[in-house]
Protein backbone atom coordinates (compact mmCIF):
# COMPACT_ATOMS: atom_id res chain seq x y z
CA UNK A 1 0.00 0.00 0.00
CA UNK A 2 1.34 3.32 -1.19
CA UNK A 3 1.76 6.04 1.36
CA UNK A 4 -1.07 8.59 1.42
CA UNK A 5 -0.12 11.54 -0.33
CA UNK A 6 0.53 14.87 1.15
CA UNK A 7 -0.19 18.44 -0.69
CA UNK A 8 2.72 19.63 -2.60
CA UNK A 9 4.22 22.96 -2.35
CA UNK A 10 7.01 22.88 -0.12
CA UNK A 11 9.92 24.86 -1.10
CA UNK A 12 12.41 21.60 -1.63
CA UNK A 13 9.61 20.25 -4.16
CA UNK A 14 10.88 23.06 -6.41
CA UNK A 15 14.33 21.80 -6.94
CA UNK A 16 16.18 18.19 -7.43
CA UNK A 17 18.21 19.16 -4.69
CA UNK A 18 19.78 17.12 -1.75
CA UNK A 19 20.04 18.32 1.61
CA UNK A 20 18.30 21.30 0.90
CA UNK A 21 18.46 22.21 4.36
CA UNK A 22 22.06 22.82 3.95
CA UNK A 23 21.94 25.13 1.21
CA UNK A 24 18.94 27.47 2.30
CA UNK A 25 18.32 29.08 5.96
CA UNK A 26 14.99 28.75 6.48
CA UNK A 27 12.59 30.22 8.94
CA UNK A 28 8.78 29.00 9.96
CA UNK A 29 7.18 31.98 11.35
CA UNK A 30 4.24 31.89 13.53
CA UNK A 31 0.30 33.00 13.26
CA UNK A 32 -0.90 34.70 11.89
CA UNK A 33 1.51 34.67 8.75
CA UNK A 34 2.01 30.85 8.72
CA UNK A 35 -1.57 30.50 7.60
CA UNK A 36 -0.17 31.94 4.21
CA UNK A 37 3.65 31.38 4.51
CA UNK A 38 5.76 28.19 4.14
CA UNK A 39 8.49 29.98 4.96
CA UNK A 40 11.41 32.39 4.61
CA UNK A 41 14.34 31.28 3.12
CA UNK A 42 18.21 33.03 2.26
CA UNK A 43 20.22 31.65 0.03
CA UNK A 44 24.11 32.78 -0.33
CA UNK A 45 25.20 31.59 -3.50
CA UNK A 46 29.58 31.83 -4.72
CA UNK A 47 31.40 31.10 -8.08
CA UNK A 48 32.78 28.28 -6.82
CA UNK A 49 29.78 26.67 -4.46
CA UNK A 50 29.53 23.02 -5.15
CA UNK A 51 25.46 23.59 -5.27
CA UNK A 52 23.83 25.43 -8.33
CA UNK A 53 20.61 26.10 -8.81
CA UNK A 54 19.17 25.14 -11.31
CA UNK A 55 15.64 24.24 -13.51
CA UNK A 56 12.82 25.18 -10.89
CA UNK A 57 9.98 22.71 -10.67
CA UNK A 58 6.28 23.84 -9.93
CA UNK A 59 4.72 23.74 -7.04
CA UNK A 60 1.75 25.54 -7.32
CA UNK A 61 2.94 28.61 -4.95
CA UNK A 62 4.09 32.16 -5.36
CA UNK A 63 7.20 33.12 -3.89
CA UNK A 64 8.39 36.51 -3.02
CA UNK A 65 12.41 36.82 -4.09
CA UNK A 66 14.68 40.11 -4.11
CA UNK A 67 18.27 39.51 -4.93
CA UNK A 68 20.94 41.27 -2.33
CA UNK A 69 23.85 41.70 -4.46
CA UNK A 70 22.27 43.70 -6.87
CA UNK A 71 19.18 45.28 -8.01
CA UNK A 72 17.92 43.30 -11.33
CA UNK A 73 16.73 38.97 -11.16
CA UNK A 74 17.38 37.33 -14.70
CA UNK A 75 15.38 34.27 -15.76
CA UNK A 76 15.11 31.62 -18.10
CA UNK A 77 11.87 30.70 -19.52
CA UNK A 78 12.67 26.81 -21.52
CA UNK A 79 8.64 26.77 -22.14
CA UNK A 80 8.96 29.83 -24.32
CA UNK A 81 12.61 29.57 -24.91
CA UNK A 82 13.17 33.52 -23.98
CA UNK A 83 14.47 35.30 -21.15
CA UNK A 84 13.55 38.03 -18.95
CA UNK A 85 15.04 40.52 -16.61
CA UNK A 86 12.95 42.59 -14.00
CA UNK A 87 14.11 44.46 -10.57
CA UNK A 88 15.69 43.08 -7.43
CA UNK A 89 12.63 42.21 -6.20
CA UNK A 90 9.89 40.57 -7.28
CA UNK A 91 6.80 38.34 -7.01
CA UNK A 92 7.13 34.97 -9.15
CA UNK A 93 3.29 33.98 -10.25
CA UNK A 94 1.93 30.27 -9.81
CA UNK A 95 3.82 28.87 -13.05
CA UNK A 96 2.98 25.42 -14.76
CA UNK A 97 6.10 24.53 -16.30
CA UNK A 98 10.11 24.96 -14.87
CA UNK A 99 12.36 28.34 -14.74
CA UNK A 100 16.12 28.85 -14.70
CA UNK A 101 17.50 31.90 -12.87
CA UNK A 102 20.58 33.22 -14.45
CA UNK A 103 22.08 34.43 -11.72
CA UNK A 104 25.68 33.41 -11.24
CA UNK A 105 26.29 33.87 -7.70
CA UNK A 106 23.24 34.74 -6.12
CA UNK A 107 22.45 36.11 -2.93
CA UNK A 108 19.03 36.04 -2.55
CA UNK A 109 16.23 35.98 0.39
CA UNK A 110 12.62 35.35 -0.25
CA UNK A 111 8.88 34.08 1.10
CA UNK A 112 7.82 30.81 0.09
CA UNK A 113 4.39 31.25 0.02
CA UNK A 114 1.64 27.81 0.47
CA UNK A 115 -0.89 27.01 -1.59
CA UNK A 116 -3.19 29.80 -1.98
CA UNK A 117 -1.51 32.02 0.42
CA UNK A 118 -0.33 34.73 -1.33
CA UNK A 119 -3.35 36.27 -2.87
CA UNK A 120 -3.61 38.57 0.55
CA UNK A 121 -1.04 40.36 0.05
CA UNK A 122 -0.38 41.55 -3.92
CA UNK A 123 -3.92 43.63 -4.10
CA UNK A 124 -4.87 41.59 -7.43
CA UNK A 125 -6.09 38.66 -8.10
CA UNK A 126 -3.18 35.84 -8.24
CA UNK A 127 -4.35 34.42 -11.47
CA UNK A 128 -3.21 37.65 -12.77
CA UNK A 129 0.35 36.59 -12.48
CA UNK A 130 -0.03 33.08 -14.00
CA UNK A 131 3.20 32.37 -15.46
CA UNK A 132 5.04 35.48 -15.03
CA UNK A 133 7.17 37.86 -12.88
CA UNK A 134 6.36 41.47 -11.16
CA UNK A 135 8.56 44.04 -9.66
CA UNK A 136 7.13 43.99 -6.28
CA UNK A 137 7.18 48.17 -6.62
CA UNK A 138 4.10 47.74 -9.47
CA UNK A 139 2.37 46.01 -6.12
CA UNK A 140 3.69 47.83 -3.03
CA UNK A 141 4.86 51.06 -4.33
CA UNK A 142 8.18 52.73 -2.88
CA UNK A 143 7.97 50.58 0.02
CA UNK A 144 9.20 47.62 -1.90
CA UNK A 145 12.28 50.02 -2.61
CA UNK A 146 13.01 50.31 1.29
CA UNK A 147 12.35 47.08 1.45
CA UNK A 148 15.04 45.97 -0.11
CA UNK A 149 17.60 48.71 0.97
CA UNK A 150 17.03 47.61 4.34
CA UNK A 151 17.41 43.82 3.68
CA UNK A 152 20.21 44.62 1.92
CA UNK A 153 21.63 46.75 5.01
CA UNK A 154 21.05 43.87 7.47
CA UNK A 155 23.75 41.48 8.70
CA UNK A 156 22.53 38.63 9.52
CA UNK A 157 19.48 35.88 8.25
CA UNK A 158 17.55 36.72 11.57
CA UNK A 159 17.15 40.17 11.14
CA UNK A 160 16.44 39.98 7.64
CA UNK A 161 13.69 37.16 8.17
CA UNK A 162 12.57 39.92 10.71
CA UNK A 163 12.26 42.49 8.13
CA UNK A 164 10.27 40.38 5.75
CA UNK A 165 8.00 39.44 8.18
CA UNK A 166 7.14 42.91 9.29
CA UNK A 167 6.44 44.20 5.59
CA UNK A 168 4.03 41.16 5.16
CA UNK A 169 2.75 41.90 8.66
CA UNK A 170 1.72 45.35 7.38
CA UNK A 171 -0.02 44.25 4.69
CA UNK A 172 -2.46 41.81 6.25
CA UNK A 173 -5.65 43.08 6.33
CA UNK A 174 -8.20 41.12 9.42
CA UNK A 175 -10.83 41.14 6.60
CA UNK A 176 -9.27 38.94 4.00
CA UNK A 177 -10.32 35.19 4.40
CA UNK A 178 -9.75 32.64 2.27
CA UNK A 179 -12.76 31.25 0.01
CA UNK A 180 -14.51 27.90 2.01
CA UNK A 181 -14.39 25.91 -1.33
CA UNK A 182 -10.37 26.66 -1.84
CA UNK A 183 -9.02 25.81 1.33
CA UNK A 184 -11.24 22.62 0.85
CA UNK A 185 -10.10 21.48 -2.44
CA UNK A 186 -6.72 22.09 -1.38
CA UNK A 187 -6.50 19.48 0.92
CA UNK A 188 -9.18 17.09 -1.22
CA UNK A 189 -6.63 18.03 -4.27
CA UNK A 190 -3.28 16.70 -1.38
CA UNK A 191 -5.58 13.73 -0.45
CA UNK A 192 -6.10 12.49 -3.59
CA UNK A 193 -3.28 11.37 -6.14
CA UNK A 194 -5.43 10.91 -9.22
CA UNK A 195 -7.13 14.58 -8.56
CA UNK A 196 -10.56 14.87 -8.12
CA UNK A 197 -12.48 15.91 -11.55
CA UNK A 198 -13.56 19.54 -10.90
CA UNK A 199 -17.12 18.94 -11.91
CA UNK A 200 -17.61 16.75 -9.21
CA UNK A 201 -15.42 18.76 -6.56
CA UNK A 202 -17.45 21.82 -7.42
CA UNK A 203 -20.95 20.23 -7.03
CA UNK A 204 -19.41 18.28 -3.39
CA UNK A 205 -18.72 21.93 -2.51
CA UNK A 206 -21.73 23.04 -3.30
CA UNK A 207 -20.68 25.92 -6.56
CA UNK A 208 -21.00 25.68 -10.31
CA UNK A 209 -17.98 24.94 -12.04
CA UNK A 210 -17.21 27.74 -13.56
CA UNK A 211 -17.66 29.83 -10.34
CA UNK A 212 -15.16 27.36 -8.43
CA UNK A 213 -12.95 27.38 -11.40
CA UNK A 214 -12.82 31.43 -10.72
CA UNK A 215 -12.46 31.59 -7.27
CA UNK A 216 -9.51 28.84 -7.14
CA UNK A 217 -8.02 30.93 -9.94
CA UNK A 218 -7.79 34.15 -7.80
CA UNK A 219 -6.01 32.73 -4.64
CA UNK A 220 -4.11 30.21 -5.89
CA UNK A 221 -3.22 31.54 -9.68
CA UNK A 222 -3.99 28.76 -11.83
CA UNK A 223 -6.78 26.54 -12.37
CA UNK A 224 -7.63 23.52 -9.85
CA UNK A 225 -7.47 21.10 -13.01
CA UNK A 226 -3.56 22.11 -13.47
CA UNK A 227 -2.83 22.60 -9.77
CA UNK A 228 -4.20 18.88 -9.47
CA UNK A 229 -1.88 18.07 -12.33
CA UNK A 230 1.52 19.75 -10.56
CA UNK A 231 0.24 17.49 -7.44
CA UNK A 232 0.45 13.89 -9.25
CA UNK A 233 3.37 15.22 -10.80
CA UNK A 234 5.59 16.28 -7.60
CA UNK A 235 3.50 13.11 -5.59
CA UNK A 236 4.83 10.72 -8.40
CA UNK A 237 8.19 12.06 -8.15
CA UNK A 238 8.66 11.89 -4.58
CA UNK A 239 7.59 8.66 -4.92
CA UNK A 240 10.27 7.45 -7.52
CA UNK A 241 12.63 8.91 -5.99
CA UNK A 242 12.00 6.50 -2.72
CA UNK A 243 11.54 3.87 -5.29
CA UNK A 244 13.67 3.92 -8.29
CA UNK A 245 12.79 0.59 -9.71
CA UNK A 246 9.08 0.83 -9.69
CA UNK A 247 6.70 -0.85 -12.13
CA UNK A 248 6.23 1.89 -14.42
CA UNK A 249 2.66 0.33 -16.26
CA UNK A 250 1.26 0.37 -12.79
CA UNK A 251 2.68 3.63 -11.15
CA UNK A 252 1.32 5.45 -14.20
CA UNK A 253 -2.23 3.64 -13.29
CA UNK A 254 -2.17 4.22 -9.34
CA UNK A 255 -1.34 8.40 -10.17
CA UNK A 256 -4.19 8.07 -12.45
CA UNK A 257 -2.42 8.80 -15.58
CA UNK A 258 -4.52 7.08 -18.21
CA UNK A 259 -0.81 4.95 -19.19
CA UNK A 260 2.84 5.14 -19.32
CA UNK A 261 3.05 7.42 -22.45
CA UNK A 262 0.68 9.86 -20.10
CA UNK A 263 3.62 9.91 -17.56
CA UNK A 264 6.15 10.07 -19.40
CA UNK A 265 4.48 13.42 -21.44
CA UNK A 266 3.53 14.98 -18.10
CA UNK A 267 7.23 14.61 -16.76
CA UNK A 268 8.62 16.16 -20.00
CA UNK A 269 6.56 19.18 -19.20
CA UNK A 270 6.73 19.65 -15.59
CA UNK A 271 10.53 18.91 -15.24
CA UNK A 272 12.00 18.73 -18.88
CA UNK A 273 12.88 14.95 -18.26
CA UNK A 274 11.46 12.13 -18.81
CA UNK A 275 10.79 9.95 -15.67
CA UNK A 276 13.71 7.72 -16.58
CA UNK A 277 16.30 10.10 -17.61
CA UNK A 278 14.74 12.15 -13.78
CA UNK A 279 15.70 9.00 -11.91
CA UNK A 280 19.19 8.94 -13.65
CA UNK A 281 20.00 12.23 -12.68
CA UNK A 282 18.70 11.75 -9.31
CA UNK A 283 20.84 8.97 -8.82
CA UNK A 284 24.02 10.78 -9.94
CA UNK A 285 23.17 13.81 -7.64
CA UNK A 286 23.45 11.10 -4.53
CA UNK A 287 27.05 9.15 -6.00
CA UNK A 288 28.33 12.84 -6.37
CA UNK A 289 26.94 13.67 -2.85
CA UNK A 290 28.52 10.79 -1.49
CA UNK A 291 31.80 11.95 -3.43
CA UNK A 292 31.86 15.13 -1.89
CA UNK A 293 31.63 13.60 1.92
CA UNK A 294 34.21 10.94 1.00
CA UNK A 295 36.63 13.40 0.26
CA UNK A 296 35.82 15.42 3.47
CA UNK A 297 36.06 12.36 6.07
CA UNK A 298 38.17 13.03 8.63
CA UNK A 299 40.27 9.75 8.51
Not at 20 to 27: C, E, G, R, S
Not at 65 to 77: A, T
Not at 136 to 145: F, K, R, V
Request: aromatic share 12%.
Amino acid sequence: MRPRPAIAGGKSQQFTILNIDTIFNFYKPKPPLSNFVDNFWLYEGHQETEHKIERILPTGTLELVINLRQNELRFYDAAHSENSCYSGAIVSGAHGHGLTPKEEAPFLVGVHFKPGGAFPFLGLPASDLADTHVDLETLWGPSAGRLREHLCEARISDERFQLLQQALLSRLSERVEKHYAVSAALEMFGNNRAGPIVRETAKYLGLSQRRFIQVFKAEVGMTPKLFSRIQRFQQTRTFIQQNPLPNWATLALDYGYFDQSHLIREFLEFSGLSPTDYLNRHKSLIEYDIDVKSKHLPF
